[in-house]
């Protein structure tokens, strides 16, 4: 909720709605003077239905992708199309090519010292562990399926302890 924070005191004049899906972070943070001032919600964005979001310019989400499985993307993406509204997503549960290399040789060395798999792709889809992941490549596959577009608004820099790049994406209608 300290987006909220920021957004609205870098821009007093928008009207800006906080959401959660969880009640519990909604009544922990409301009495927080720095958020008073900010309307929260309790909402699941999994949800939220096209005619809702038609009162919205734009949806904003802070590390939420790794929450939704493919199907989740695509009820969101094409709820977006029926309410042509954007979605600007930061996040750092963007993968690729090199972050799969690096899974894979974690795999190899863990097999050759005795330990096992490291990281099974198929083991954390199924208990999402540390949630689904997905590449600019599979989001704009799910998105054009929904007639909307994908594009890096912004890539920042990786976290050398974790590898993690956090990333603003616009998804619009193409």
């Not at 005795?114 to 198929?122: L, P, V």
Request: some cysteine.
């Amino acid at each position: 909720m300290i987006t909220s924070y920021v957004i609205t005191s870098a821009y007093p004049h928008l009207v800006y709605l906080s959401t959660d899906f969880d009640e519990y972070i909604i009544n922990k943070v409301s009495p927080l003077s720095l958020l008073k001032n900010i309307k929260k919600e309790i909402l699941d964005v999994k949800q939220i239905d096209s005619e809702r979001m038609r009162e919205f310019d734009v949806l904003l989400a802070w590390e939420v992708l790794y929450a939704f499985t493919e199907k989740d993307l695509r009820s969101l993406f094409s709820k977006m199309f029926k309410a042509n509204t954007e979605l600007i997503i930061c996040t750092s549960q963007i993968s690729g090519p090199l972050r799969y290399l690096g899974y894979s040789v974690k795999n190899i060395l863990g097999l050759l010292r005795g330990q096992g798999y490291k990281y099974n792709a198929d083991k954390l889809r199924t208990i999402r562990a540390h949630g689904f992941k997905y590449s600019l490549n599979k989001l704009q596959k799910i998105a054009s399926r929904e007639g909307l577009a994908v594009r890096l608004l912004a890539h920042g820099n990786c976290d050398v302890t974790s590898g993690d790049c956090y990333n603003f994406i616009v998804i619009s209608k193409c």
